[in-house]
């Protein structure tokens, strides 16, 4: 590995002009399949193997006209204090409004409040449901704008009307919040290295590889159907890696020119050696995003993919494109230093990563009690989690899908905002419509249940709808539990009855992820255990780095549930509304966490193992190593910090929370795990931690990562080339 990456860092340093020309033209080439075959992306979910899904896929072909994976919305209406929507004027206003809804593009059917009795009991709050033939993703923004349109009569008659509904969800752009990431990591690469050309190289090489990422994944949408959050995820990842990978060969990179070597020798001795650890660690991160497939849920698996692809493109810019562009810096990649400014290490000084190293060598037991009792008590707070997927009511106050929920609850309670559908089917020929009404009467006698609708029968009767509406809110504990006891009621008359919509959907979504979660850790931690121990050649070494991020998920989760749920410190990050974790969040961030606590593991530990096998004692070559490393990866994690903190501003409540999930996470394990718990252990343990069974030694191969055969070959070379001094005799 080291060799060939040596033979690839000096290829790509030498034809530096053909290697940017071809990642240029690939990037212009993705640019204008970006440009051309684009399509609209969505918020849907498709959950199969669910017993909401299957009701969803039955309605479509047995009652086509309920239109239940349409897309919906809801108009609420208010009238102003001390007046009713029955008011001769208002009334004008609220039927103008369902007026113009009935001639919006695509639309199947609207429910009339007057007609329906949708008002509420003091006659000041009604809605109007309005269905759509077609599911959210082909809404197209001018559909969107002729619903928000609609209600400018009621409006223009003095009442309030806002809108909810996934019909009203636009397409999110990408905002300008990922920018203030960008702005703070070129600052703490100049920090890093104390010369502007050194910290440009990484940011414009994670800028050319996040285009060709995003825009490649932006031609895909108009081959598949992809969620709206896939890219801003694939960007999140993408910036935040491309930079770091390219931050680790870059520092090499002017250590070996430090050693007084030659540019071209420079770059393949950096890519032999720091670009072992980043084809790793890239590898690492890759494993834990696809290894998202086995939930089964095409979303997660879409946003896992797409985000892997977008780390392998940073590996193989990092690997290809940087050695180049450090041919066309030369040693200026020296120079250009800032003033009052000194590199790493510089003037003579320690370096704080050593003090710190020798500090806890001095004293590991010490350091690493205090260490996982502090992460203990911050993960305390894990203990309450609750998963659920929240909708309207965890947007922003100021929008209006959030004053229609909160108008809506008002009139006539929480439950109104996320009505359960019941879905009895007859065997062929069968009318159930005497069935149903017996099931309807079981449902009212349930506890939590606000109104039970009439059954609606499909054409033949076979099949009958009925809507129930809980007296809990969407996400609530109430809801769930009603669910589960519809579901547990005998179906009447031998027919098959299932639960579905937009509520049910989501508890779905939670217990297929609570379900999934054992068996993916244990591929994901199965895989990245064996990669670990090909780069370490040791078994304890890959367990303490998994028990590691297992602290590091436990504090994140810990976090999490106090801010999102608690709501702790809520205001400081624009966070409305506390409730229930979004369902998909912890499997993800597991995913996204373990790759990058695997990053620092090996950035920094591989760095101990080049010296303890270069000679070095163990305890000493952990003071080395974070000689060394300490700096560089500290910088990588603020980094890392910055850019998805820089998401936390998102407006879209599932990016807000894993901006900050992620954030936390990175500062959690790079700073107390990896430099901390790590080598207090590796002190403990000495020469214990590289202990590596014989017969296992002699199976796994030697992928040399911090590069041993390498410095054997080169110092071999060298001799050869070395003249032979004449004979003296």
């Known amino acids: 590995m080291a060799t060939f990456l040596y033979r690839l860092g000096r290829f790509s340093y030498r034809r530096r002009k053909l290697v940017l020309l071809v990642w240029v033209a690939l990037l212009v080439l993705v640019g204008v399949a970006s440009a051309t075959l684009s399509g609209p992306t969505s918020s849907d979910f498709s959950m199969p193997g669910t017993e909401s899904q299957k009701a969803i896929d039955m309605l479509d072909k047995r009652m086509p006209e309920a239109a239940a994976d349409g897309a919906e919305a809801r108009v609420v209406f208010k009238a102003p204090e001390g007046q009713k929507l029955t008011d001769p004027a208002n009334r004008k206003g609220v039927e103008q409004v369902v007026g113009k809804l009935k001639s919006a593009p695509k639309v199947i059917g609207v429910v009339d409040p007057f007609q329906a009795k949708a008002v509420s009991p003091d006659g000041r709050i009604a809605y109007a449901q309005v269905s759509y033939k077609v599911t959210q993703i082909d809404i197209s923004e001018k559909d969107r704008e002729a619903l928000l349109d609609s209600a400018h009569p009621g409006r223009d008659a003095g009442l309030s009307v806002e809108m909810g509904g996934s019909a009203t969800e636009g397409f999110p752009e990408q905002s300008a919040t990922e920018i203030i990431g960008v702005v703070i990591a070129a600052f703490v690469l100049f920090i890093t290295f104390g010369s502007l050309i050194a910290a440009g190289l990484p940011l414009l090489n994670a800028i050319l590889g996040v285009g060709i990422a995003l825009s490649a994944i932006t031609a895909a949408t108009g081959l598949i159907d992809m969620s709206s959050n896939t890219s801003t995820l694939a960007l999140m990842l993408g910036l935040a890696v491309a930079i770091d990978y390219a931050l680790f060969i870059v520092s090499r990179y002017r250590h070996e020119l430090e050693e007084g070597r030659a540019g071209e020798d420079a770059a393949g001795r950096a890519l032999g050696t720091a670009g072992s650890a980043v084809v790793f660690a890239g590898l690492t991160v890759i494993v834990a995003l696809t290894g998202l497939a086995i939930v089964n849920i095409p979303l997660l698996t879409e946003m896992g993919v797409a985000a892997a692809f977008a780390v392998l493109i940073a590996v193989l810019i990092a690997l290809s494109l940087l050695p180049a562009l450090l041919g066309f810096a030369g040693r200026k990649i020296l120079g250009g230093k800032i003033p009052g400014l000194r590199g790493p290490a510089s003037g003579g000084r320690t370096p704080m990563g050593e003090k710190w190293a020798r500090f806890i060598v001095r004293r590991p037991l010490p350091v690493l009690l205090l260490a996982i009792v502090g992460m203990g008590v911050l993960a305390a707070p894990m203990t309450d989690l609750r998963l659920g997927m929240p909708g309207d009511e965890a947007k922003s106050e100021s929008s209006s899908p959030r004053k229609a929920y909160d108008t809506?609850?008002?009139?006539?309670?929480?439950?109104?905002?996320?009505?359960?559908?019941?879905?009895?089917?007859?065997?062929?020929?069968?009318?159930?419509?005497?069935?149903?009404?017996?099931?309807?009467?079981?449902?009212?006698?349930?506890?939590?249940?606000?109104?039970?609708?009439?059954?609606?029968p499909n054409k033949d009767g076979g099949t009958a709808l009925l809507s129930v509406v809980p007296k809990s809110g969407p996400s609530e504990e109430g809801t769930e539990k009603l669910v589960r006891a519809i579901r547990d009621l005998p179906p009447p008359g031998g027919t098959e009855v299932m639960v579905t919509g937009q509520t049910a959907m989501m508890i779905d979504i939670s217990d297929k992820m609570a379900g999934a979660l054992a068996p993916y850790l244990a591929v994901v931690v199965g895989l990245a255990f064996l990669l670990l121990m090909l780069v370490f050649r040791s078994i304890v070494v890959p367990i303490k780095a998994t028990l590691g991020f297992l602290l590091t998920v436990a504090a994140t989760f810990g976090a999490v549930v106090a801010v999102?749920?608690?709501?702790w410190l809520a205001g400081l990050i624009?966070?409305?509304?506390?409730?229930?974790?979004?369902?998909?969040?912890?499997?993800?961030m597991i995913g996204v966490v373990f790759g990058l606590a695997m990053d620092y593991q090996v950035f920094l530990v591989t760095r101990m193992r080049e010296d303890y096998v270069h000679g070095a004692a163990p305890k000493e070559a952990v003071t080395s190593g974070f000689r060394h490393g300490a700096r560089v990866v500290t910088a990588a994690a603020i980094i890392m910090m910055a850019v998805f903190a820089g998401f936390i501003a998102s407006d879209e409540s599932m990016i807000k929370m894993m901006g900050f999930a992620l954030a936390i996470g990175v500062f959690f394990d790079a700073f107390i795990v990896r430099m901390t718990i790590v080598p207090a252990v590796m002190a403990l343990l000495g020469r214990s931690a590289w202990w590596l069974p014989r017969w296992l030694d002699r199976i796994l191969p030697d992928v040399d990562v911090e590069g041993e055969k390498l410095r054997h070959m080169l110092d071999d070379d060298q001799r050869v080339e070395r003249p032979l001094e004449p004979s003296r005799s």
């Open 574 to 588: 624009g966070v409305d509304t506390t409730g229930p974790i979004m369902s998909m969040m912890p499997i993800f």
């Open 564 to 567: 999102f749920q608690w709501g």
């Open 408 to 456: 809506l609850a008002e009139g006539f309670g929480p439950g109104f905002n996320g009505p359960l559908l019941v879905v009895v089917n007859g065997k062929p020929g069968e009318n159930v419509m005497a069935s149903a009404e017996r099931l309807s009467g079981s449902i009212k006698g349930l506890a939590d249940v606000a109104l039970v609708d009439r059954p609606m």
